[in-house]
C-alpha cells in the first residue's frame, strides 16, 4: 500500500493526484497508476447509509457505461466498514466500479476531505428530508451511522486527467453539492482546457 503522508490540507489543482494502490471491498487491486491513459472520477463519499451519498452514487452509476465510452473511468470511497458495505445489495451491486472502503479516512485525510459539523447540520436541517423521501422512492438504502461513521464527513470529487493531474476540485459546501454532471460529460469528451 502506498503510505502518502497525509496532513489533512486540500489539494490544489494541476498537481499531481496522490496515488494509491488499495484491495476494494471485492477483493479486487486498484492501483491509480494503473488508469494512467484515461480520465478519472474519484468520488469521496460518507457512510453507508447516508441518503445524499446514495443517490449520487446512484446518479453516476446510471453513466457509468456512457462515461467509459468516452474514457473516463469512476473509482468511489466510502468511509464505511467493508463489512458494512457489503452487507447492503445496493453497494455491491456498484461494481465494476471500484468501491473503496477506508474507514481510518487514510485517503480522506490525503485527499483533504473537510469534517464539519455546521455544513452537515445545515444540510441535515434544509434538506434532509426531501432526500430522504428522494432515496427511499428510488430503493436506496438509508439508515443511521454504525461503528464509527461520522455525520460531520463532507464529500469531495476530483476529476484527473490521462497523467493522472488534478484538473478539477469540487469539495462540497452542502450534503447535496456536487460537481455537475455536465461538467463531468464535458471533462470526459475533453472539451474542456487541460
Not at 471485492?26 to 457512510?47: A, D, P, S
Not at 455491491?92 to 477506508?102: N, T, W
Request: net charge neutral; aromatic share 10%; charged share 25%.
Amino acid at each position: 500500500m502506498n503510505t502518502t503522508v497525509s496532513d489533512n490540507t486540500t489539494l490544489a489543482i494541476n498537481v499531481s493526484a496522490p496515488t494509491f494502490e488499495l484491495i476494494d471491498v471485492y477483493q479486487r487491486n486498484i492501483n491509480l497508476e494503473e488508469y494512467r491513459g484515461k480520465r478519472v472520477f474519484i468520488g469521496f463519499f460518507r457512510h453507508a447509509g447516508c441518503p445524499f451519498c446514495n443517490l449520487r452514487v446512484h446518479a453516476l452509476q446510471k453513466e457509468r457505461e456512457d462515461l467509459k465510452t468516452k474514457n473516463l473511468e469512476m473509482i468511489f470511497f466510502f468511509e464505511s466498514k467493508e463489512r458494512i458495505l457489503l452487507s447492503s445489495t445496493f453497494h455491491q451491486e456498484i461494481s465494476p466500479i471500484p468501491l473503496i472502503s477506508d474507514p481510518e479516512k487514510v485517503w480522506y485525510q490525503t485527499y483533504g476531505i473537510e469534517s464539519s459539523a455546521t455544513k452537515s447540520a445545515k444540510s441535515h436541517l434544509t434538506s434532509f428530508i426531501q432526500t430522504a423521501i428522494r432515496a427511499k422512492l428510488k430503493g436506496l438504502p438509508m439508515h443511521p451511522m454504525a461503528d464509527g461513521e461520522s455525520i460531520n464527513t463532507m464529500p469531495a470529487e476530483f476529476l484527473l486527467d490521462e497523467e493522472l493531474i488534478i484538473r478539477k476540485i469540487h469539495y462540497a459546501k452542502g450534503l447535496n453539492d456536487r460537481m455537475s454532471m455536465a461538467h463531468i460529460y464535458s471533462f470526459a469528451e475533453a472539451k474542456e482546457a487541460v
